[in-house]
């Protein structure tokens, strides 16, 4: 089992800057990636952006070259740095990891970003 937890979310204005961050604890020797995604109200949960432990990362095209994804191994942690928001970024964005030895996901609780004047 994975136990993550997302801090950083919050209401901020169009063109304005958000740093999301996610703390991963337990079994997090079997984590493969670790990725961001966001789910709006009405929509299905989509992907922002997935890092691997080795590879390329991927972005949804919506947020390519406003969004960026790091990982601090060290300290188990992931980071989504936003810039540029949008209304439409407006979104509950969800940590999530990835063991693709077994094919099980971990989720976390939410953090919910507004982006609105």
């Known amino acids: 089992q994975v136990q993550l937890v997302e801090s950083g979310g919050g209401l901020v204005q169009p063109g304005g800057s958000l740093r999301l961050s996610c703390a991963a604890s337990?079994?997090?020797?079997?984590?493969?990636?670790m990725g961001w995604y966001r789910q709006a109200p009405g929509k299905d949960r989509e992907l922002v952006a997935l890092?691997?432990?080795?590879?390329?990362?991927n972005y949804a095209d919506s947020v390519k070259g406003r969004f960026t994804i790091s990982r601090n191994n060290a300290k188990n942690m992931v980071y989504l740095q936003m810039n540029s928001l949008k209304p439409e970024d407006t979104a509950v964005y969800y940590c999530?990891?990835?063991?693709?030895?077994?094919?099980?996901?971990?989720w976390g609780q939410g953090t919910q970003v507004t982006v609105s004047s």
């Open positions: 890092m691997p432990n080795t590879g390329v990362t």
């Open positions: 337990g079994s997090i020797f079997k984590i493969d990636a």
């Open positions: 999530n990891s990835k063991d693709y030895t077994l094919g099980v996901g971990y």
